[in-house]
């Protein structure tokens, strides 16, 4: 399984940038979000829906990924994620002892909506500085045809409309 792009959107690539055209493979997508971490975003989304799913992307020294999901503590957690402080310690730590790099965080859109929510804005930012340096956001949602995409949101000044770094589909492909 590889993550295929179906609209035109800019990719971010180590500090370059391309455009991909409709049907394209994406190769920062085939790289960026491989077919090990597309099938763990799928499970995790399903597992938790309708409710929203959250968790944190970690490379591993090998440059895999991985998905580790955490638990959300929200109120309503249709409409929400929030994660225990002491469950990102705990994450981090051993991220850390495993000699991986937090690269994402991740949650769901369980409603179907793309874009990011005020709720998404409020926390991606403290004042105006990008509260996780190096780290992107990743959204899952549902289209109207149950295809579940993934938008990817990465460091950037504060804005009312975040620019989204990348957004596709996560189907399987044949290669």
């Given at each position: 399984?590889?993550?295929?792009?179906?609209?035109?959107?800019?990719?971010?690539?180590?500090?370059?940038?391309?455009?991909?055209?409709?049907?394209?493979?994406?190769?920062?997508?085939?790289?960026?979000?491989?077919?090990?971490?597309?099938?763990?975003?799928?499970?995790?989304?399903?597992?938790?829906?309708?409710?929203?799913?959250?968790?944190?992307?970690?490379?591993?020294?090998?440059?895999?990924?991985?998905?580790?999901?955490?638990?959300?503590?929200?109120?309503?957690?249709?409409?929400?994620?929030?994660?225990?402080?002491?469950d990102v310690l705990?994450?981090?730590?051993?991220?850390?002892?495993?000699?991986?790099?937090?690269?994402?965080?991740?949650?769901?859109?369980?409603?179907?909506?793309?874009?990011c929510s005020q709720?998404?804005?409020?926390?991606?930012?403290?004042?105006?500085?990008?509260?996780?340096?190096?780290?992107?956001?990743?959204?899952?949602?549902?289209?109207?045809?149950?295809?579940?995409?993934?938008?990817?949101?990465?460091?950037?000044?504060?804005?009312?409309?975040?620019?989204?770094?990348?957004?596709?589909v996560l189907t399987?492909?044949?290669?």
């Amino acid at each position: 399984m590889l993550v295929q792009c179906v609209a035109h959107k800019r990719i971010s690539m180590r500090k370059t940038m391309r455009t991909i055209k409709m049907g394209e493979r994406c190769p920062s997508a085939a790289s960026h979000w491989s077919s090990s971490i597309a099938e763990q975003l799928d499970q995790a989304f399903w597992r938790t829906w309708p409710q929203e799913c959250c968790g944190v992307v970690g490379r591993r020294r090998d440059g895999r990924l991985v998905f580790e999901s955490l638990s959300n503590e929200a109120a309503v957690k249709e409409r929400a994620f929030e994660v225990s402080p002491a469950d990102v310690l705990r994450l981090f730590r051993e991220a850390e002892a495993r000699e991986e790099t937090p690269v994402a965080w991740i949650h769901s859109h369980p409603s179907g909506e793309g874009h990011c929510s005020q709720m998404d804005r409020d926390g991606f930012w403290v004042g105006e500085h990008w509260l996780w340096p190096g780290m992107e956001h990743g959204i899952l949602w549902l289209d109207a045809e149950n295809r579940l995409h993934l938008s990817v949101v990465g460091p950037q000044k504060r804005s009312n409309e975040p620019k989204v770094n990348y957004s596709g589909v996560l189907t399987p492909i044949s290669v």
